[in-house]
């Protein structure tokens, strides 16, 4: 009657960005993530009959919008369990902490959709494998679907129509100790969420179909960089798929931006470690926070020229995490 799952965010390698099919929320793209050990959300689902719908607490407090997010996977969740409309114990009493910044490009939803479907699926006693429950995370955010794995993961483009699409791991978070240095520079929700930024690039953009065309070969070249364990590969290519995607969404009308001017420093930051002989390459999701990827060895170097770069208000250190954890 109660599930608690934690699980972590993930950032892109090889971007996703637009979908093949809005009611399955498959991805138009296929992308390649690692998962972050720093940046963890814990949700508990707990059943209760004196409730007459789902009641949803994120970080202390009650959000419609979210809310209806989570009754929506809990819908499904339900579906799959055989829990019927009249069941008196059909709603639940769901509380999620994320231990980063929310809702501002910090991939949140991935790890809460993540941690969300297991902890719902152990509650209704749905007894799913770790590639349906990722199945299952996708319809609530498809970057969720990479969260339920750790280490190096991948999640295919989706075939229009087909909703068992999931990801699966490559590599163990013991394949390869990179680190990601995270800047983060607002505290603020983004402007655009990413579901309706994707939307308005594929309605919009020139540069869609350019989008659509590259981002295959990104994927690949991930892949191959990761199994060789080429930093200096992963990283020029982690780039091109960063400035692609925003690119894309850039020339969407009106344009879908999400880089702000502290990003482009950061980005300067970044460009001057390498010049230095420090392999530091840097990517940015739906939000302006800038995340750089390196070495073991050099993440203390890479973090400390974060820090000292003006509007940076915070900065840590990941490494690749694991998988959820369903208790
Ligand atoms: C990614 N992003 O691959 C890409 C890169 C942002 C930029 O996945 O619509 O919250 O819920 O499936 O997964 C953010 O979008 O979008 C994202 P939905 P999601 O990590």
């Known amino acids: 009657m109660k599930g608690y799952a934690k699980a972590c965010a993930n950032i892109a390698l090889a971007k996703y960005w637009g979908k093949s099919d809005e009611v399955l929320n498959l991805p138009a793209v296929p992308s390649v993530s690692v998962t972050l050990d720093a940046l963890v959300t814990e949700t508990t689902v707990e059943r209760d009959a004196s409730l007459s719908g789902d009641e949803v607490v994120i970080d202390g407090a009650r959000d419609e919008k979210a809310a209806r997010k989570v009754t929506a996977l809990l819908d499904l969740v339900r579906a799959q369990a055989g829990v019927s409309l009249d069941d008196p114990r059909r709603f639940a009493r769901v509380s999620s902490e994320n231990h980063f910044p929310a809702a501002s490009g910090l991939a949140s939803s ?124 992963l990283g020029s290519t982690m780039e091109a798929s960063t400035f692609a995607m925003h690119a894309s ?45 390196c070495a073991a060895g050099d993440a203390e170097r890479v973090a400390a020229a974060m820090r000292d770069a003006p509007g940076v208000i915070d900065v840590r250190v990941a490494s690749p995490g694991d998988g959820v954890v369903v208790a």
């Open 110 to 233: 991935a790890s809460g959709f993540a941690a969300l479907t297991a902890a719902g699926a152990r509650a209704y006693g749905a007894e799913l494998s770790l590639e349906a429950l990722s199945a299952l995370a996708r319809r609530g955010s498809a970057s969720a679907a990479r969260s339920l794995f750790g280490g190096f993961v991948e999640l295919p483009a989706g075939v229009p129509g087909d909703g068992s699409l999931a990801a699966r791991m490559l590599h163990p978070p013991s394949w390869w100790d990179v680190r990601v240095v995270i800047a983060l520079v607002t505290k603020a929700p983004k402007a655009v969420a990413s579901r309706d930024g994707m939307r308005e690039t594929a309605r919009t953009s020139p540069y869609w179909s350019a989008w659509l065309a590259c981002s295959p070969g990104y994927a690949h070249a991930v892949k191959e960089a990761i199994a060789k364990r080429d930093l200096e590969a």
């Open 249 to 293: 969404a850039w020339a969407a009308v009106p344009a879908v931006r999400y880089v702000r001017g502290v990003t482009l420093d950061v980005l300067d930051r970044v460009e001057a470690l390498r010049r230095a002989g420090t392999g530091a390459w840097a990517t940015m999701d739906a939000g302006p926070h800038v995340k750089v990827l």
